[in-house]
């Protein structure tokens, strides 16, 4: 396998999984709102390559804001349906969150299962708002640094050149 970051040439393979990964409609999810004319954070936006070349995996970030504050949104994750169950997901959230972290992000939310995403740190955050009609059970952060959570409230927000 190879982790390498996205390339802007691997775009449509990219959405071609996503699409195979996710039902139709993903795309109008209130999380892609917050992306919309946002480029994502490209140097956490990776690839895993197979042994033949075959797109296996992918994860992509994007700058968001918590009642001002900065953060990432993670998401989408996806793991080709041949390739699940190896592993391959978490190999990606380990190493983009080891990258987050060297980029100096303070702090990572996304929208997912508890159960799921518990098993790398991340926690329900009662007082971060994601726009309707999300579940707020589903709203879950992690720290990339101590306390980086701590007082972080209100609405997320899309992220904007100079706010």
């Not at 992000?105 to 999300?134: C, E, H, I, S």
Request: a negative charge; glycine letters at 10%.
């Amino acid at each position: 396998m190879d982790l390498e970051q996205e390339e802007p040439a691997d775009w449509w393979e990219v959405e071609a999984l996503y699409d195979l990964c996710f039902a139709p409609g993903r795309t109008a999810l209130s999380s892609y709102r917050l992306r919309d004319d946002v480029p994502p954070v490209a140097p956490l936006c990776l690839c895993l390559w197979d042994e033949t070349e075959a797109l296996a995996g992918v994860i992509r970030y994007w700058p968001v804001r918590v009642g001002g504050t900065p953060a990432l949104l993670l998401g989408p994750v996806a793991i080709h349906p041949t390739r699940q169950g190896e592993g391959l997901a978490g190999l990606l959230i380990r190493e983009s969150l080891r990258r987050a972290r060297r980029h100096h992000w303070d702090r990572v939310m996304l929208v997912g299962d508890a159960p799921y995403y518990g098993r790398f740190g991340f926690t329900k955050l009662d007082r971060v708002v994601m726009p309707p009609p999300t579940n707020p059970e589903r709203v879950l952060g992690l720290d990339l640094k101590p306390g980086a959570w701590d007082g972080v409230t209100g609405d997320v927000t899309r992220w904007t050149d100079g706010a």
